[in-house]
C-alpha cells in the first residue's frame, strides 16, 4: 500500500465533503431561516427533510446513478441531501432558541426585522448551527465512501477494491483513514464550536 495513493484519495474525499458541506449550507441556512419564519410550514419542511434523511443511502445512490450516470455528481447531490436534515434542524433549533427579550431589543432599537435576523439572531444562534455543521460533516466523510462504489474516487475506492479482490490491507487503509479524518474533522469544528459559544 502506497502512502501516495491514500493521501491522494484522502485529499480527493475531503475535497468531495468540502464542497458538499458548502453547498448543503449555503441551502440549509435560507430553508431554516423561512422555517423560522413561517411557523406552520416548519413541521412539513422538518418532516420532508427526515423522511429523505431515512432512504437507504444505496438505494438513493442507485437512483441517482440511473438519472445522472457513475461519477461524483451521484455521491456530491446525495451528501447534500442527507445533510439538510442535521444542517435545517439545528439552524431552526439555533434561531428558536436566541432570547425573545433579545430579539425585542434589536427590535427596539430601530433594526428591521431583516437586520435582527443577520446582526442578532444569526450570530447568536452560530454555536448551534456550527454544532449541526460539525455532525453534517462527519456523517458525510462515512457516506462518502459511497463514492468508490461508483466511481466518484475518494477514500472509498481502498474499500470497495480491497472488498473485489480480498485486499485487506486496502480495506484496512481506507476504513483507519475515513475514521481518522472522521475524527480530526470532528476535534476541529468542536473546537470552533466552543469558541463561538465563549464570544
Do not use: W
Not at 484519495?9 to 448543503?24: D, F, G
Not at 422538518?46 to 438505494?59: E, F, M, Q
Not at 470497495?160 to 481518522?180: M, N, Q, W
Request: charged content about 10%; hydrophobic content about 60%.
Amino acid at each position: 500500500m502506497h502512502a501516495a495513493r491514500v493521501f491522494s484519495l484522502l485529499a480527493a474525499h475531503v475535497e468531495l465533503v468540502v464542497l458538499a458541506l458548502i453547498v448543503a449550507l449555503a441551502i440549509a441556512l435560507p430553508l431554516g431561516i423561512v422555517a423560522t419564519r413561517a411557523k406552520h410550514g416548519a413541521p412539513l419542511l422538518l418532516g420532508t427533510l427526515g423522511a429523505i434523511y431515512t432512504i437507504p443511502s444505496l438505494a438513493l445512490l442507485a437512483l441517482l446513478v440511473q438519472a445522472f450516470g457513475l461519477g461524483p455528481l451521484p455521491i456530491f447531490i446525495a451528501l447534500v441531501a442527507y445533510a439538510q436534515f442535521m444542517l435545517v434542524r439545528n439552524v431552526v433549533a439555533g434561531i428558536e432558541g436566541v432570547d425573545p427579550a433579545v430579539r425585542d431589543a434589536a427590535l427596539g432599537l430601530g433594526m428591521s426585522p431583516r437586520q435582527s435576523l443577520f446582526r442578532v439572531e444569526l450570530p447568536l444562534a452560530a454555536p448551534v448551527i456550527l454544532g449541526g455543521v460539525r455532525i453534517a460533516a462527519v456523517a458525510m466523510v462515512a457516506l462518502a465512501t459511497l463514492g468508490g462504489y461508483v466511481g466518484a474516487g475518494g477514500l472509498g475506492t481502498l474499500i470497495f477494491t480491497g472488498l473485489a479482490l480480498h485486499h485487506y490491507d486496502e480495506i484496512i487503509a481506507g476504513s483507519i483513514a475515513v475514521s481518522v479524518l472522521a475524527i480530526a474533522i470532528d476535534f476541529a469544528l468542536r473546537g470552533c464550536e466552543r469558541i463561538l459559544r465563549r464570544i
